[in-house]
């Protein structure tokens, strides 16, 4: 496969999708709950790995693939990249001053969470790159729809 940055921008738009998903859920339950910082990020990672590996597994299936292999298909290509996105995510908004505190009206909630989902999608977009190149990461999608 040919690692390009045009590649790369598209495999982190798509694990992008799913843990914005399961970031923006998470945090707007624990928001609404008055749940506690950790819980609410917790709730958002757990979220973010749930919606990221559906949205994969999802393409996979569609392609005739068993559920097991899909969900195997689904952990080498985006473990990483979830992990890379929900480290950078949290980071940003953890470190935004009352950002966790804001109401779900608030525009500094929202600004705060979009500003955490451009530095993860910025920062992550390189990781998947280098992955890609080696076949791994969203590679492994790649390779399998076309060796199937």
Request: net charge positive; hydrophobic share 55%; glycine share 8%.
């Amino acid at each position: 496969m040919t690692t390009t940055w045009a590649v790369a921008v598209q495999a982190t738009l798509h694990c992008l999708t799913g843990c914005a998903i399961g970031e923006v859920l998470g945090m707007v339950i624990g928001t609404a709950l008055v749940l506690h910082n950790a819980a609410s990020v917790a709730l958002s990672i757990v979220l973010a790995f749930v919606f990221g590996y559906t949205l994969t597994m999802r393409g996979v299936l569609r392609a005739g693939v068993a559920l097991r292999t899909a969900l195997k298909v689904a952990l080498a290509a985006d473990t990483v990249s979830i992990a890379v996105m929900e480290i950078l995510d949290n980071t940003v908004v953890l470190t935004v001053p009352g950002a966790m505190d804001a109401g779900l009206t608030s525009m500094l909630f929202w600004a705060a969470l979009a500003a955490s989902l451009l530095v993860a999608f910025l920062l992550t977009t390189p990781v998947n790159r280098w992955m890609i190149s080696r076949g791994k990461g969203h590679a492994v999608v790649h390779e399998y729809h076309r060796s199937h």
